[in-house]
């Protein structure tokens, strides 16, 4: 009898064995998010020279733009659970800022960007002080009247705004080069992204980055374990809301021109249909919602009435077919059947 429940257990797998599995799985995950990352980053650095039309480095520039906003705003839904109706105003506030002073008071247009970042992340920091202590609907409607007030506000200041009919910007000087034209602005925001997303892969990996995601979990239980809540949720605010305003001030001076629908409730959406479409919570998955939110107006240009129902059929078929968004969805369908089949991949 011994000798038969030997057998038998030798052709179960142990507990060992599974979690050995789970381990070299996870490292060939992460070996494979890499190889595409690299891949994604050579066809993006090749397609310049692949494309003869600028109207498509264009549309990518635009892409790049929403992508690092989607990836900021996904970090504080992603991790805090905070969700915010009004990132818009911050792109705004970035873009307005920078182009009043460099463009009203003639100063350097470096040092207007760096201004503007720096008043976005004020304004930033005193939403959060008074509207982070409200979670779920309370807090996304907070913010949505930050947009509104601040839509009502660039619509009625015309001395400085420009009023509804929004205002020129200079353009971006670099080195004594002024940066204009699609494909002199690509490289530029391509490498902003990139340095987005690595700063954002190690903001997730590190300390910091597991106490965001224990306050996303378990809020109480990570105040029970020492986790300062209310300033860990400040400062994610504030971190997106700075690339929030970083990137709206460099859509200003790349588009040479800036109106109030910048802080529009719909540009909130567009940003937050990124989030949630490519994956709450994956970095990956808001540069590809990035892309698809962004390219779905192009592609729908010849039917541009059918437009809204189209966004809101793909809102709603993700959704529902992919509650936690399309990136995470397919890597844990992709998990499961690597942990059903081990053989797949190897």
């Not at 998955?285 to 192009?298: D, M, S």
Request: glycine fraction near 12%; aromatic fraction near 8%; proline fraction near 4%.
């Amino acid at each position: 009898m011994g000798v038969m429940e030997s057998m038998a257990l030798a052709g179960k797998p142990s507990k060992g064995r599974a979690g050995e599995g789970a381990a070299r799985g996870a490292r060939h995950g992460a070996a494979r998010t890499a190889w595409f990352a690299a891949l994604a980053l050579l066809a993006a650095v090749a397609f310049p020279l692949l494309v003869p039309n600028p109207f498509y480095l264009a549309v990518a520039n635009l892409v790049f733009i929403n992508a690092a906003v989607a990836v900021s705003l996904t970090l504080m839904i992603g991790t805090t659970g905070q969700l915010s109706l009004g990132h818009a105003a911050f792109f705004a506030s970035g873009a307005y800022l920078s182009a009043y002073l460099s463009t009203m008071q003639n100063w350097p247009v470096l040092l207007a960007i760096v201004c503007a970042v720096g008043g976005t992340v004020l304004l930033a920091w005193l939403v959060g002080r008074l509207f982070l202590k409200l979670s779920g609907y309370y807090l996304a409607v907070a913010t949505l009247g930050v947009g509104f007030l601040l839509g009502i506000v660039l619509r009625n200041e015309p001395q400085w705004s420009g009023g509804p009919d929004g205002m020129s910007v200079n353009p971006l000087t670099l080195a004594g080069h002024t940066l204009q034209g699609d494909a002199a602005w690509y490289g530029v925001l391509l490498l902003v992204l990139v340095l987005t997303v690595l700063a954002s892969v190690n903001l997730l990996r590190s300390p910091a980055g597991r106490a965001l995601r224990a306050l996303h979990d378990a809020e109480i239980a990570a105040t029970t374990m020492g986790v300062d809540v209310q300033s860990y949720k400040v400062r994610i605010f504030v971190f997106s809301a700075a690339i929030a305003g970083f990137m709206g001030a460099l859509y200003a001076h790349y588009s040479g021109f800036v109106t109030p629908d910048a802080a529009s409730f719909l540009h909130s959406v567009q940003f937050l249909m990124m989030a949630v479409v490519g994956g709450i919570g994956s970095i990956a998955g808001a540069v590809l919602g990035a892309g698809i939110v962004t390219l779905l107006p192009h592609l729908l240009a010849k039917a541009a009435e059918y437009e809204t129902l189209v966004v809101g059929g793909i809102l709603f078929a993700v959704v529902l077919l992919m509650p936690r968004g399309i990136v995470p969805t397919l890597r844990e369908r992709w998990l499961a059947r690597r942990t059903a089949h081990p053989e797949i991949g190897t």
